[in-house]
């Protein structure tokens, strides 16, 4: 992609509205654009780095077994109301009716809309256990929607939902997601913990909470590597701590500040009981789903991965999660041998069907500088003044801001025969 054709506005002050980090790079950088309180349009660069979250998300899940489908955002009252959840979910539904009348709502979570699902079209034990995921763009009318992509009305979110036959096998189930969710974050090159956690709203008798560490988190994580402890503020109390582990002294706890990006739920029969949800067992006895949920909210986790990568000059993407692997750029003056060796190498990288920026912009190489921190791309393979002396290509690593000189035979042989 050359810098001159590519669809990325990007802005040397953030709005005042923009609170916190994350926010206020993303709409610099040029990957979102406001439209209205909680809702933004992803930008290319910024829907770039969205599908490539969600392609790991996706590569892991689909390992540990687990089958996608695509689900309505829109579902009906009916289903909702089965649940008890259409009156307890409060304002934050957003609900309306269509022209005859009928009482729908835009999904902020699918457990009604699943449940139905299966309950339609799996009978037997030998179906079991299943697993069924989505990614897709939900709806919740926060009361004050904030921080950019980290608090926003509408959101993408990966949902699955599993049904088992029995609380052993959901157990398994259970485990096996937590396994996959700390590969999707390993991955991604974060910096995470899983922690014991509430329930809330969801329901259900167990869950845990994935957070990304980062000083602007709202959430306060407390650990203790001694016994393996983690827990969220909410339902660590020292006090129950102490009297499970009282060989260690409360000064042995750590606190940490995170980003909730994923939550995972064993919702037992919550639901399937409730909607009258069964299977047929071994013995032809009719008993309901025992079922789990296991949500990672997709847009957050781009937001919190900034939260935790990031300096004074912009963004830090880790090459997981990077929008482009490098960028390449030429400085902005008429020196022909430094814009053909440019040209040259970009070309080179296309053959290879590596997926490159290059700022071909007619602009100083300072603003190029600058752009190419902001947006945090993990290389910048620099063609300068050190190009038009000495043939000497500036290889510039975003993380460290560490510098290498290197010949172009060099820098060909090291990231275009493998991966950067």
């Known amino acids: 992609m050359r810098f001159s054709k590519l669809f990325c506005p990007t802005q040397k002050n953030a709005p005042r509205e923009a609170e916190i980090i994350s926010h206020k790079l993303m709409l610099r950088s040029g990957m979102i654009?406001?439209?209205?309180?909680?809702?933004?349009?992803?930008?290319?660069?910024?829907?770039?780095?969205?599908?490539?979250?969600?392609?790991?998300?996706?590569?892991?899940?689909?390992?540990?077994?687990?089958?996608?489908?695509?689900?309505?955002?829109?579902s009906t009252s009916a289903l909702w109301k089965e649940t008890g959840r259409w009156e307890k979910y409060g304002k934050e539904l957003l609900r309306f009716e269509d022209r005859h009348g009928n009482e729908f709502c835009l999904g902020p979570t699918h457990e009604e809309v699943v449940t139905d699902l299966i309950r339609n079209h799996i009978h037997s034990y030998k179906q079991l256990p299943?697993?069924?995921?989505?990614?897709?763009?939900?709806?919740?009318?926060?009361?004050?929607?904030?921080?950019?992509?980290?608090?926003?009305?509408?959101?993408?979110?990966?949902?699955?939902?599993?049904?088992?036959?029995?609380?052993?096998?959901?157990?398994?189930?259970?485990?096996?997601?937590?396994?996959?969710?700390?590969?999707?974050?390993?991955?991604?090159?974060?910096?995470?913990?899983?922690?014991?956690?509430?329930?809330?709203?969801?329901?259900?008798?167990?869950?845990?909470?994935?957070?990304?560490?980062?000083?602007?988190?709202?959430?306060?994580?407390?650990e203790c590597d001694e016994v393996n402890y983690s827990a969220n503020d909410e339902v660590h109390e020292d006090k129950k701590f102490q009297k499970k582990y009282p060989q260690i002294p409360l000064s042995a706890l750590k606190r940490w500040k995170g980003i909730e990006v994923g939550h995972v739920f064993k919702l037992g029969t919550t639901y399937s009981k409730a909607m009258n949800a069964t299977f047929t067992d071994k013995q032809g006895v009719l008993k309901p789903f025992e079922m789990g949920c296991y949500g990672i909210g997709v847009s957050r986790t781009v937001a919190a991965a900034i939260e935790q990568n990031h300096d004074d000059k912009g963004i830090i993407?880790?090459?997981?999660?990077?929008?482009?692997?490098?960028?390449?750029?030429?400085?902005?003056?008429?020196?022909?041998s430094v814009k053909k060796a440019a040209e040259d190498i970009y070309y080179s990288f296309l053959?290879?069907?590596?997926?490159?920026?290059?700022?071909?912009?007619?602009?100083?190489?300072?603003?190029?500088?600058?752009?190419?921190?902001?947006?945090?791309?993990?290389?910048?393979?620099?063609?300068?003044?050190?190009?038009?002396n000495e043939e000497k290509v500036e290889v510039k690593h975003r993380k460290n801001s560490h510098v290498e000189l290197m010949s172009l035979e060099a820098v060909k042989q090291r990231f275009l025969d493998k991966k950067l």
């Open 33 to 74: 654009a406001k439209e209205a309180s909680g809702i933004y349009t992803y930008l290319p660069l910024g829907y770039k780095i969205l599908r490539k979250l969600e392609n790991i998300i996706r590569n892991e899940l689909n390992k540990s077994g687990a089958q996608e489908v695509h689900m309505p955002m829109v």
């Open 130 to 222: 299943l697993n069924v995921y989505q990614i897709q763009t939900k709806f919740r009318d926060e009361v004050r929607p904030r921080f950019g992509l980290m608090r926003g009305r509408e959101f993408y979110m990966k949902d699955a939902y599993s049904f088992d036959c029995d609380k052993e096998s959901l157990d398994a189930t259970y485990t096996k997601m937590i396994e996959t969710y700390e590969r999707i974050f390993s991955a991604c090159g974060l910096n995470f913990r899983r922690v014991e956690a509430d329930n809330g709203s969801i329901g259900g008798s167990q869950s845990s909470e994935f957070m990304v560490l980062a000083n602007t988190g709202e959430d306060t994580i407390i």
């Open 317 to 336: 993407w880790t090459e997981a999660l990077a929008p482009f692997e490098a960028v390449i750029i030429a400085s902005g003056d008429k020196i022909s």
């Open 351 to 388: 053959e290879k069907e590596r997926d490159v920026l290059f700022d071909d912009r007619p602009c100083s190489i300072g603003v190029k500088f600058k752009d190419a921190d902001l947006i945090g791309i993990p290389i910048q393979i620099i063609f300068g003044k050190n190009w038009a």
